[in-house]
């Protein structure tokens, strides 16, 4: 699956109004399997979906493109995507799902971020959650999520393929994570919508020092929006390669996110623990990544061993 036939790509091509195919090549993502495409029309992009947790059904991918109508209706900066000649919106090779659309002209931010680029972030997510507050098209995306107890679920199910790899101190690891999720709690009345999930630097385009389009909304679930703002913020408020806690980034992040939504006293009350969550995610993902990968990646257990040192670090 990491490399498709120049067939399989000509294939899609032809399908399209999009013209004749020039060039293809594979771009490293995580998790999924993402290809850009050169035709004399223009250059494209080819998402299609990962393995176990980042699988996704077609009724999945329709469902995401369906949250795609509603905010691209809305005038918020998503991206658009393609049709085909019959009027089919979701691309299937090798059983992988995912769809087509335009290649973005736009950078990420790298390294640490500006004031500037932080506080129109914050204003960009609250703008998301006005729109999908609420909102739910759970039905077309199936029960596979990153919340809270899907999380815990997860771990669990996975404690002795940890123990049986080669990832370093695993017995430590598990026995630390255990006691780390287990104290996230949160109301069951805090807000609901469709969260983005992961709205980190990567997945924010910018062009002419505006914000040029919201990508990749493959992780979007209906949960809880304090945990959508958990993610962003450990994104945006770790500094100097996730080694620092800035708590100016933060109150900038939340002063641009408040111009649009104002927060609950509830939802500000469980800031904290919506990003120790984040931070833990994000820990087992890529403790799960080095223990399913065929070659495995001593920076994806640096990393996740990394996050109990982040969760010492924040203070709100």
């Not at 062009?207 to 209906?222: G, H, L, Q, S, V």
Request: charged share 30%; glycine share 6%; net charge positive.
């Amino acid at each position: 699956m990491n490399n498709l036939y120049k067939k399989q790509i000509k294939e899609i091509v032809n399908r399209y109004s999009i013209g004749d195919l020039l060039t293809f090549k594979q771009i490293k993502t995580s998790g999924n399997f993402s290809y850009k495409i050169k035709t004399n029309k223009g250059n494209y992009f080819l998402r299609l979906c990962g393995e176990r947790l980042r699988f996704r059904s077609a009724d999945n991918i329709r469902g995401e493109l369906k949250l795609l109508d509603l905010l691209k209706k809305n005038n918020f900066p998503a991206h658009n995507y393609e049709t085909n000649t019959n009027g089919e919106v979701v691309v299937t090779i090798n059983n992988k799902n995912g769809f087509l659309r335009k290649y973005i002209d736009g950078k990420q931010v790298k390294g640490n971020p500006t004031r500037e680029e932080i506080k129109k972030v914050g204003k960009i997510l609250g703008k998301y959650h006005k729109l999908v507050e609420k909102y739910n098209a759970e039905n077309l995306r199936g029960d596979v999520n990153f919340g809270i107890e899907l999380t815990k679920k997860y771990f669990d199910n996975n404690i002795n393929d940890i123990l049986n790899s080669n990832f370093p101190k695993n017995r430590e690891f598990i026995k630390l994570y255990q006691n780390e999720i287990n104290k996230i709690i949160l109301p069951d009345c805090l807000s609901k919508g469709m969260i983005h999930e992961d709205l980190g630097k990567r997945h924010v385009l910018w062009k002419d020092k505006k914000i040029r389009a919201i990508i990749d909304f493959d992780r979007a679930y209906y949960g809880y929006l304090v945990l959508d703002l958990g993610q962003a913020l450990r994104g945006w408020s770790f500094i100097d390669d996730f080694k620092i806690w800035s708590m100016e980034n933060y109150l900038l992040f939340i002063q641009g996110y408040e111009e649009e939504r104002k927060l609950s006293k509830l939802e500000k009350d469980s800031m904290q623990a919506a990003i120790k969550f984040a931070i833990l995610e994000r820990a087992l993902a890529f403790c799960a990544q080095y223990v399913y990968s065929s070659e495995p990646k001593e920076e994806d257990a640096i990393f996740s061993w990394a996050s109990f040192s982040q969760l010492k670090l924040i203070k709100i």
